[in-house]
């Protein structure tokens, strides 16, 4: 079982920029297909890939938003841009044995990490 703690979150004034980290424990990251997610219902943000070829991004943040990980640091994460109000949410890292975009196929998550745009 890997554990994960997301980190940066905050409150951002709107077009501004947040870059948030997902750090794992318990196994190392590079096991595991990786995704971010935000608000309660789990709505789909990005996901990449165990060797960071394949990434994917919700129509919502594409062109905003970049994916990345660093396997040597078990760690995730994810560039936000461009921020807008609507942005604004709990952000949610995963981790699944493949890649997917739904948020039931990810059966490990971290607690969260808030992100807040003003306008």
């Known amino acids: 079982q890997v554990q994960l703690v997301e980190s940066g979150g905050g409150e951002v004034q709107a077009g501004g920029s947040l870059t948030l980290s997902c750090t794992a424990s318990?196994?190392?990251?590079?096991?595991?297909?990786m995704g971010w997610f935000r608000q309660a219902e789990h709505e789909f943000v990005a996901t990449i890939s165990y060797?960071?070829?394949?990434?994917y991004y919700s129509d919502s943040v594409k062109g905003r938003f970049t994916i990345s990980r660093d396997n040597s640091k078990n760690t995730v994460y994810l560039q936000m841009s461009s921020l807008k109000v609507e942005d604004t949410a709990m952000y949610y890292c995963?981790?699944?044995?493949?890649?997917?975009?739904?948020?039931?196929?990810?059966?490990?998550w971290g607690q969260g990490t808030q992100v807040t745009v003003s306008s």
């Open positions: 060797n960071s070829i394949a990434k």
């Open positions: 995963a981790a699944a044995p493949w890649m997917a975009t739904a948020g039931e196929s990810f059966p490990n």
């Open positions: 318990g196994r190392t990251v590079s096991d595991y297909a």
